[in-house]
Each structure stands twice: as structure tokens, then as C-alpha cells.
């Protein structure tokens, strides 16, 4: 089955043969007719197994890498806080100043929100039983409940190709492949004093919303003090995320420049964790603790690493 449309809203009136129960893949073939695009969600190679999260072109893959809040403009608002950078000058003696900053809380009113996760859907490369290179998603089994969830997946191929099609080969071909995740780069081992990591971060901290940088920075050179032993710079769908571990002591710090998030601390293998979506990550309770990005966020990280 074959779609090329924008977007599509239900399964049946595009996908009329899907029964419940039906395994179905997803995906694009011809790839290379997409080398842009390709490049473009992530890929930094086709070969044979590479797998991404795609990186955000639109608002079906920002919610799919990002997640999505629901607001509920229906209840009174409530208090939040967002942090920001707070510069002063201060006097040293009579004559002498110093340029003096720290980061704040800000309270302001909104709508309460309910955050939900992001889906996660991965994408692969394999090829076909002519030998044709294709994209798929996982294999996936129909049934009315999750019927938003197949129409996020077609809409997901439809916002980055233009185009959808249906998989009814032998589902088994088309995954007897080793799966190379390109989410993440690992940085060489080493030392990395702040004015060395900076260099490599710089376009991660870029990233930041405005007016945020300077909170991103101060965080990340705070965990950076306790000298991680492994960092890793989240790519493609995982692009704003760094991973901080202390090999030694078993701990990984996931930490990310998005505004309204916490850093995740995490005691499983980086080998392991790597391999995960972000969704398993994120909404798993796989985490050994949560640090909100809040005032006292410092004063737990000491604790934790100290």
C-alpha cells in the first residue's frame, strides 16, 4: 500500500486492507531518491542496520523525538519557574568593581499542562529481498487501541518523505541485520578541562532557548568539575542531550538544554543505556533519580558526586 498525501487523521479510510492482530511495517523504498532528507534526520551513514531517532523537521517528529504538552486552559493557572542568568555589579572599595552572576528562579503564571512522553519511533536501514536499500520503522501489530499511534507512525514517514508505503514481505528479512544506533557520539577519552569540552559543546549550548545559554552552561560545567570519565553528545532525534559518566562509580548523568527538564541519573551500563529509545529512557522509571532544574539543583549534584 502506498501513501502520498501530507498527513493522514484515521487508519482504515487509507490503510482499508489492515485487519486486527495484522503485523505491519512502515517505511520508504528508492532510497536514494532522499539523500538530503536522509542526511538531514540524522544518518550519518546508510549502511545496513544503521538506525536513528530523526532528528526534528516538523511537528510530528518534534513530538515523536520531544514529547508534547497538553494545556488545560479550562483550570485556574498556577505557578512555575524557569531559570535564568542574573548579572550585577559590585562594588570593591570606592573605586573598584566586579561583574557578578547567578542563576535564579523565576516565578511566572500559566495554564497547567500535562506532559505526555514522546513515542520514540526509530528508523532503519535495510534492503529488501531485491537487494534495494529501504527505510522501515519496527514491526508493528494493529489493533483499534493503538490506532493513534499507527496513524503518528504513517504521518511521522509522511512529514519527512512525502510519501508512505506498507511492507508485506516476509517481516523476518527484512530484520536479520546488526543494528548500529547513531544517536549518540562518543567522545575520545581523556581530560576535559571546561575550555576543551566548551569547543565540543559550543553547538549543543547554541541550541538552548534565548536567554537560556548561560543556564545550560553553568550546569554542565558544574557536573563537568567532578571529572566525568566518558562524555557522549546526543545526535539526530537525541540532539540538546549530553551523558555524563563516572564509569568508576557506575553513575550516568543525562543532561539536557531543553527549558522544563531535569537531569536523569541513571546506574545502568552506558553500553546498555545507549541502546535504548528515548521513550525507554524517559518513561520507564529507569532512573535511579530525577534532579529538577530548579534552585538547590547544585547542592544535589555535590551530594550526589561528592
Known amino acids: 500500500m502506498f501513501i502520498k498525501k501530507r ?3 484515521s487508519v482504515k479510510p487509507n490503510l482499508p486492507f489492515i485487519k486486527g492482530g495484522q503485523k505491519i511495517v512502515f517505511g520508504v523504498d528508492n532510497i536514494d531518491r532522499f539523500k538530503d532528507k536522509i542526511q538531514k534526520i540524522g544518518f550519518s551513514d ?3 542496520g544503521a538506525t536513528v531517532l530523526p532528528s526534528i523537521v516538523g511537528p510530528v517528529t518534534g513530538y515523536n523525538a ?3 504538552n497538553i494545556i488545560h486552559k479550562d483550570r485556574p493557572m498556577e505557578t512555575a519557574y524557569r531559570q535564568a542568568e542574573w548579572h550585577w555589579t559590585e562594588w570593591r572599595g570606592r573605586y573598584d568593581t566586579e561583574e557578578m552572576s547567578k542563576i535564579v528562579d523565576i516565578p ?3 495554564y497547567p499542562r500535562t506532559f505526555i512522553f514522546p513515542p520514540g519511533v ?3 536501514i535495510t534492503e529488501n529481498k531485491l537487494g534495494e536499500k529501504i527505510i522501515i520503522t519496527p514491526i508493528y501489530t494493529y489493533n483499534s487501541q493503538d490506532e493513534e499511534f499507527i496513524v503518528h507512525v504513517v504521518n511521522l514517514i ?3 518523505f512525502g510519501e508512505c508505503k506498507t511492507f508485506d514481505e516476509k517481516f523476518e528479512s527484512l530484520f536479520k541485520m546488526p543494528i548500529k544506533k547513531l544517536n549518540w557520539r562518543i567522545l575520545p577519552s581523556g581530560e576535559y578541562p571546561w575550555k ?3 569547543k565540543d559543546l559550543e553547538p549543543l549550548i547554541k541550541q538552548s532557548e534565548r536567554g537560556n545559554a548561560g543556564v545550560t552552561e553553568n550546569r554542565l560545567k558544574i557536573i563537568n568539575s567532578y571529572k566525568p570519565s566518558l562524555y557522549a553528545v546526543g545526535e539526530a532525534g537525541f ?3 549530553i551523558v555524563m559518566g563516572f564509569t568508576e562509580r557506575n553513575l550516568y548523568l543525562l543532561e539536557s538544554i531543553y527549558y522544563g527538564n531535569a537531569t536523569y541519573i541513571f546506574e545502568k551500563d552506558w553500553r546498555n543505556l545507549s541502546k535504548m529509545t528515548k521513550a525507554e529512557i524517559l518513561n520507564k522509571n529507569l532512573q535511579k533519580d530525577r534532579i529538577i532544574h530548579r534552585e538547590g539543583w547544585g547542592e544535589k549534584i555535590e551530594k550526589l558526586l561528592n
Request: no cysteine; net charge positive; charged share 40%.
Open 46 to 48: 546508510t549502511q545496513i
Open 108 to 110: 511566572y503564571k500559566r
Open 7 to 9: 498527513r493522514i487523521r
Open 122 to 124: 526509530e528508523l532503519t
Open 158 to 160: 509522511l512529514e519527512i
Open 239 to 241: 540532539s540538546g542531550y
Open 66 to 68: 520531544e514529547g508534547k
Open 196 to 198: 576543551r569540552l566548551e
